[in-house]
């Protein structure tokens, strides 16, 4: 399976700041995924980065709010703007084993808006 | 609509006691994967199984075993002889055939094993 890193491994942030996330893979694929999983809940899929192409958005997410770069096979960004409390949350990227199917996750971004 | 429920928000036992976490599915997909995921405290999420639609066979992997029921539209999770280090929050998780790369979590079941 992947190796997935990612950076800030946790933050503490002021409202009306921007934080960038970032998700580094040890080997080229084709999918990454951005997950959002708030204090206490589930996952939930905020985008999918094709490399080349722009990301494309789950109903509640939009581009202004999460823009996300994927500049390479094997590496993507996630940035949170103008960040508020309700922010405050783990960030999680994945990537698409297409020999299985599974996705394998990255260890999360702990993000703390006060 | 697609959709995952976990009903048991946390379970606790105590170590070497055998434990099953739920999981019922709706889709209308005949095609569809199913997964479950652990997230230790730590919080990473650590892939267990993938099953599709297809095989209904029961899966044994040491101490966990998954049993597939089509006809329930269930998925559980047995851990045989827990141990303390089997605490964790256990997803399950579904994804369909029309699009794969959406995985649909469920709420998740918190599992407590005290020594």
């Known amino acids: 399976s992947a190796v997935i890193s990612q950076k800030p491994s946790r933050d503490i942030c002021q409202r009306g700041t921007s934080l960038t996330i970032q998700c580094q893979v040890d080997?080229?694929?084709?999918?990454m995924f951005w997950y959002r999983q708030q204090p206490g809940q589930s996952l939930t899929l905020i985008a999918t980065?094709?490399?080349?192409?722009?990301?494309?958005?789950e109903s509640g997410f939009v581009i202004d709010k999460f823009p996300i770069s994927r500049p390479n096979l094997t590496f993507s960004t996630l940035t949170v703007s103008n960040m508020s409390p309700e922010d405050s949350s783990i960030y999680l990227c994945s990537v698409e084993d297409l020999g299985g199917g599974e996705q394998y996750f990255g260890p999360g971004t702990r993000l703390t808006v006060t | 609509a697609q959709k995952v429920t976990q009903a048991q928000t946390e379970i606790s036992v105590v170590e070497k006691e055998d434990v099953t976490l739920d999981c019922v599915y709706e889709t209308r997909d005949t095609t569809y994967y199913l997964f479950w995921y652990k997230q230790p405290p730590s919080g990473e999420l650590v892939f267990l199984i993938r099953r599709n639609s297809f095989d209904e066979q029961n899966e044994i992997s040491g101490r966990y075993s998954w049993n597939f029921q089509k006809s329930t539209s269930s998925f559980n999770f047995t851990i045989t002889a827990s141990q303390v280090v089997d605490s964790a929050v256990y997803f399950c998780?579904?994804?369909?055939?029309?699009?794969?790369?959406?995985?649909?979590f469920g709420t998740g079941t918190r599992l407590q094993v005290f020594p």
């Open positions: 080997s080229q694929v084709t999918m």
């Open positions: 998780a579904l994804s369909e055939a029309r699009n794969t790369d959406k995985l649909i």
């Open positions: 980065a094709n490399q080349g192409s722009e990301a494309t958005y």
